[in-house]
């Protein structure tokens, strides 16, 4: 079977990243592993669902100019959640930004939030 295991995410700190979408978006600590001089493979997500977000610290000049901006500007990420209140709450207490006022979609109840380094995500309540 096929399947994304993960995708990558610039950041500027480990700690800080690790801190931020686990408090946020409710994220767990998959993986924390030093890797010599400085470098850790981290990974945070949902055990067993989906994929994870691998947070790459961000070293050369070209790294460091896209952290937050790895889509042009674009919505990069989707985070379903049960309780929209809840992660919506948290999230915005953790320092994610919205971009704009809930929604009603089809699709379900919907907000996109601006993170910690700037990428956008898109939360989704889908309907019961």
Do not use: C
């Not at 079977?1 to 686990?22: G, K, S």
């Not at 379900?108 to 309540?125: H, K, Q, S």
Request: charged share 20%.
């Amino acid at each position: 079977m096929t399947h994304v295991p993960m995708v990558t995410v610039l950041v500027r700190d480990y700690d800080e990243a690790i801190a931020f979408y686990t408090r946020a978006f409710g994220l767990s600590l998959l993986e924390d592993t030093a890797q010599g001089g400085g470098k850790r493979w981290v990974v945070v997500g949902a055990p067993g669902r989906g994929a994870g977000l691998r947070l790459a610290l961000a070293r050369t000049p070209e790294q460091l100019a896209r952290v937050g901006d790895q889509l042009g500007g674009g919505v990069g990420f989707f985070l379903h959640v049960e309780d929209f209140d809840a992660t919506l709450a948290a999230a915005l207490a953790a320092g994610a930004e919205a971009t704009e006022a809930p929604r009603d979609e089809p699709h379900g109840r919907v907000v996109i939030l601006r993170d910690l380094y700037g990428n956008l995500w898109d939360v989704i309540a889908p309907p019961a």
